[in-house]
């Protein structure tokens, strides 16, 4: 089998909230690009990267340059299309736009891999597990008023989810009683049974989210996890967050190989998406550098999701 041809698209998506329909701005607009590799079978690999922004149209571009490189090569040799790539790319890589290009071809590799192997792509890469735990991400975001988020958070509890994330570092000066009012309100509303997990986005400083942190749990709200508290690649001050709070610690969204930063690391080094962070095969090289992995599902358009979670003890925290 061979690849016989490439095809990408950009495609402009509605910010929809489809779980509790509460976006935070109902016209704004993602555009994502989709990629279509075909082969000599007939058998065609799908894959959608974002994250390319107002830059979306270079990432297109970008796609389609590394694509033709894979033209004439067999797509279920998927390690040696990657290392060409790769190398044809020189330092345009490892981050950035190149990442988000290379995410595309090597999602659909798989995906042609698993329509001619007549498998499951969570088969091929060991299917440990036939079901697993999802959680609500992207209804409860800060920019929604306290009463639209408490709404938002009674929906999703009505539509039965048992894990949800919202997100602090609210827009505007900081105020720390307000990241407190609007963690319990949305705690309230969920109940004590429901997983909430907390994104920051990177947006505290280290300072505030020990402080802010402390607040928190001081009120009892229990974060299951706070995410990106502070600048991802602010290790030092990763590891002091960690040290000072009892909430576990997740990052690694922005995150392109295995850290290992100095004076301890995060204690839940996760969330890494594939459409946007390299694709499968990088995923598949962390997975066999961590403790657990969770494969959270596909979308309609085959995206990846795949979670990494790594606790304190090495023990899987799911
Ligand atoms: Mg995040």
Not at 34 to 61: Q, W
Not at 122 to 136: E, S
Not at 186 to 201: E, F, H, Q, T, Y
Not at 232 to 258: C, S
């Amino acid at each position: 089998m061979k690849v016989s041809h490439i095809r990408s698209q950009i495609l402009v998506l509605p910010e929809a909230d489809p779980l509790a329909n509460s976006p935070e701005n109902p016209d704004a607009a993602r555009p994502i690009v989709i990629l279509r590799i075909g082969t000599d079978d007939g058998i065609e690999g799908i894959a959608v990267t974002f994250y390319g922004g107002a830059m979306t149209r270079s990432l297109k571009a970008a796609i389609d340059d590394l694509g033709a490189l894979a033209i004439g090569e067999d797509p279920l040799r998927l390690e040696a299309i990657i290392a060409k790539l790769r190398a044809a790319a020189g330092g345009s890589g490892p981050e950035g736009v190149f990442t988000l290009a290379l995410a595309a071809i090597d999602i659909a590799l798989w995906d042609i891999r698993g329509k001619a192997l007549n498998q499951p792509i969570w088969k091929l890469l060991g299917g440990a597990r036939d079901r697993v735990p999802t959680y609500a991400s992207g209804s409860l975001r800060r920019s929604l008023s306290l009463d639209e988020v408490v709404t938002a958070a009674g929906r999703l509890k009505e539509k039965g989810f048992r894990e949800a994330k919202m997100q602090l570092a609210l827009p505007g000066p900081t105020s720390p009683t307000k990241e407190v009012e609007r963690a319990q309100a949305v705690r309230g509303a969920l109940g004590p049974d429901i997983k909430l997990m907390c994104d920051i986005n990177q947006r505290w400083r280290p300072d505030e989210a020990i402080d802010i942190g402390r607040r928190v749990e001081d009120a009892g709200v229990g974060f299951f996890w706070l995410e990106d508290v502070t600048a991802h690649d602010d290790y030092a001050g990763l590891a002091r967050v960690n040290a000072a709070l009892a909430t576990p610690i997740a990052g690694g969204e922005l995150v392109y190989g295995i850290v290992q930063p100095a004076g301890g690391q995060p204690r839940h080094p996760g969330n890494p998406q594939p459409s946007g962070r390299g694709g499968a095969e990088r995923i598949d090289r962390r997975i066999h550098g961590l403790d657990a992995a969770i494969v959270r599902g596909h979308s309609r358009l085959r995206q990846w999701r795949v979670g990494i979670v790594r606790s304190a003890g090495s023990r899987p925290h799911l």
